[in-house]
């Protein structure tokens, strides 16, 4: 089956403090994945894409297929991280049905 | 890259009635998609809409409760029917972003829908 599990909740660090947040997926297929962001009263709105191996807002993400893993990465965290974070897995050969993770909220604390 | 307008943003229903939401965007799109995210919950997809033909639905989710229509290229709409409490839920459309679908997706801001 398909699946994204984020597994965690809430990540709480301080601003300057490097930043992980964790991404593992089931599929059987080679995987799209995304990360997406919901800041405070903001749409949700995509991040990352693991396609175009991209750095925004001083975030990466690799895809490690040994582990299934798709975790998001920033070095030194600011307050204005503090949201939000959604990975998604493009299942079923790129049909627009992305599978969600249950998210995990970032506080970045001054 | 697409911009989603949808509305209503909010709304209060009594149970037993239906809502309709609409969802405009400023480009032609061959695909729209319709997610609910339940309290608490994550983003579920509902369905997928294309023009010319009838949606496709997800399991657990039937064209009775959850009608939509895709006149044209730009527009959706979703209908949640007979509503109770348990569709209290954000509604959310999407359409992929500029440049294929292998570039993701971009999302309207959603309907907050609570039902009394």
């Known amino acids: 089956a398909q699946r994204v599990t984020q597994p965690e909740k809430l990540l709480s660090v301080f601003k300057g403090a490097p930043v992980e947040l964790k991404c593992n997926y089931s599929?059987?297929?080679?995987?799209?994945l995304f990360w997406y962001v919901q800041y405070s009263r903001q749409r949700l709105q995509l991040l990352l894409r693991h396609i175009s191996r991209e750095s925004i807002k001083g975030f990466t993400a690799d895809l490690n297929k040994g582990e299934t893993s798709f975790h998001l990465k920033k070095p030194f965290a600011q307050e204005e991280d503090s949201a939000m974070y959604y990975c998604a897995l493009d299942g079923s050969g790129n049909t627009g049905k992305l599978i969600f993770g249950q998210g995990t909220t970032l506080q970045v604390k001054p | 890259s697409a911009v989603i307008s949808q509305k209503p943003s909010r709304d209060i229903c009594q149970r037993g009635t239906s809502l309709t939401i609409q969802c405009q965007v400023d480009s032609q799109v061959t695909m729209m998609f319709w997610y609910r995210q339940q309290p608490g919950q994550s983003l579920t997809l509902i369905a997928t809409?294309?023009?010319?033909?009838?949606?496709?639905?997800e399991s657990g989710f039937v064209i009775d409760k959850f009608p939509i229509s895709r006149p044209n290229l730009t527009f959706s709409t979703l209908t949640v029917s007979n509503m109770s409490p348990e569709d209290s839920s954000i509604y959310l459309c999407?359409?992929?972003?500029?440049?294929?679908?292998?570039?993701?997706?971009?999302f309207g801001s959603g309907t907050r829908l609570t039902v009394v």
């Open positions: 599929y059987s297929g080679s995987p799209e």
């Open positions: 999407s359409v992929a972003l500029t440049g294929g679908i292998n570039y993701g997706y971009t």
């Open positions: 809409a294309n023009q010319g033909s009838e949606a496709t639905y």
